[in-house]
């Protein structure tokens, strides 16, 4: 069975810092991309970051670009997001999910619970 | 970058009545060498993460039930729930799967009438 499990949510001040993390199990981790996707409460999804197997190629939405850094570690099955500058609108669930294993692939994101960062102001 | 646009953004429907979802992309998702169309389809319950439910527009993923199906190509795609049972009220998105960055849809909330 396919696991993502997210941690080092929680409260930090505007221009603080966090590193979220994603433990992962059930699925051969670098045969995969990973993802980091947020919903603001209330709203809807918004992809956030990408990164390729062996951590060659990364892509980010442009609202977070210069601020947040996505790497993995295969070794330990891993994601992270490490998220710097932080912002009020930055505040959001934030979920892992296993990409695809190409980077033209069509076959869909599986999902971990998230982990919720409230940046304050 | 591709917009992806859902429409309606709420709908109500009546238990075991159909339910249609449209999703238009600002550009084509086919991909001639596959020939395939690069677009999935979730549901997002309260409190939960969202859950695959179709991908390649039309896969349905494996445990989903089979009142659910998707359709389209191109630019132009649909999620139809052929019966609306009680459980199926949810937010439903569609995501982009060609290029980057893979964008939403903005949802459509499904209720019942």
């Known amino acids: 069975e396919v696991q993502l499990v997210e941690s080092g949510g929680g409260l930090v001040q505007h221009g603080g810092s966090l590193r979220l993390s994603c433990a992962t199990s059930?699925?051969?981790?670098?045969?995969?991309?990973m993802t980091w996707v947020r919903q603001a409460p209330g709203k809807g999804l918004e992809w956030v970051a990408n990164i390729k197997q062996d951590g060659s190629e990364q892509y980010y939405v442009d609202s977070v670009k210069g601020r947040f850094i996505i790497s993995r570690d295969n070794t330990k099955n891993s994601l992270y997001l490490q998220m710097n500058s932080l912002r009020v609108e930055d505040t959001a669930m934030y979920y892992c999910?296993?990409?695809?294993?190409?980077?033209?692939?069509?076959?869909?994101?599986?999902w971990g619970q998230g982990t919720l960062v409230t940046v304050s102001s | 970058d591709i917009v992806m646009t859902q429409s309606p953004d709420s709908l109500a429907v009546s238990l075991g009545e159909r339910a249609t979802i449209n999703c238009k992309s600002s550009?084509?998702?086919?991909?001639?060498?596959?020939?395939?169309?690069?677009l999935a389809w979730y549901q997002q319950k309260p409190g939960q993460p969202p859950k695959l439910l179709i991908y390649?527009?039309?896969t349905r993923e494996s445990g989903v039930p089979d009142r659910f199906s998707g359709s389209g190509s191109e630019t132009d795609f649909t999620l139809t729930i052929s019966s609306l049972q009680a459980e199926d009220v949810a937010v439903y998105y569609c995501?982009?799967?060609?290029?980057?960055?893979?964008?939403f849809g903005q949802g459509t909330k499904v209720e019942i009438k």
């Open positions: 059930g699925f051969a981790f670098s045969n995969f991309w």
């Open positions: 390649w527009a039309s």
């Open positions: 550009q084509s998702l086919f991909y001639s060498s596959t020939n395939k169309n690069y």
């Open positions: 999910a296993r990409d695809t294993p190409y980077y033209y692939d069509g076959s869909g994101l599986l």
């Open positions: 995501q982009s799967f060609y290029g980057m960055p893979k964008t």
